[in-house]
């Protein structure tokens, strides 16, 4: 996942855009980092909820706050199979419209 959110863009470089833009947000439980997600030029790119944390309503909190921050996602990327990201889209509301193939 992380060659895809990079491209051709070295990871320390990312990681110092995204942070520098605000596009990174986190959850922090008792001070310990629970949950990041990224959120560039309106879409929801990633969204990770450590194991221990999930089905603790972590990433529905985290995309409510996206939605509520001065740039809100209007689209957002969930991989193909993955049923926990496309449930929690839709739990906001929101309705799969793009489905990417490419041959195996």
């Not at 995309?63 to 199979?81: H, I, M, N, Q």
């Not at 906001?92 to 990417?100: E, F, N, Q, S, V």
């Amino acid at each position: 996942m992380l060659a895809t959110l990079c491209g051709s863009t070295p990871e320390s470089e990312l990681l110092s855009g995204v942070i520098a833009s605000s596009s990174l947000w986190s959850v922090e439980v008792d001070g310990e980092l629970k949950a990041f997600g990224l959120c560039r030029a309106g879409v929801v790119e990633a969204i990770y909820v450590e194991h221990g944390a999930r089905r603790k309503k972590i990433a529905t909190t985290l995309v409510r706050a996206l939605l509520k921050g001065d740039s809100v996602p209007v689209d957002a990327y969930a991989l193909p199979g993955d049923r926990a990201m496309k449930s929690l889209y839709e739990s906001l509301g929101w309705k799969a419209r793009l489905i990417t193939m490419r041959d195996a």
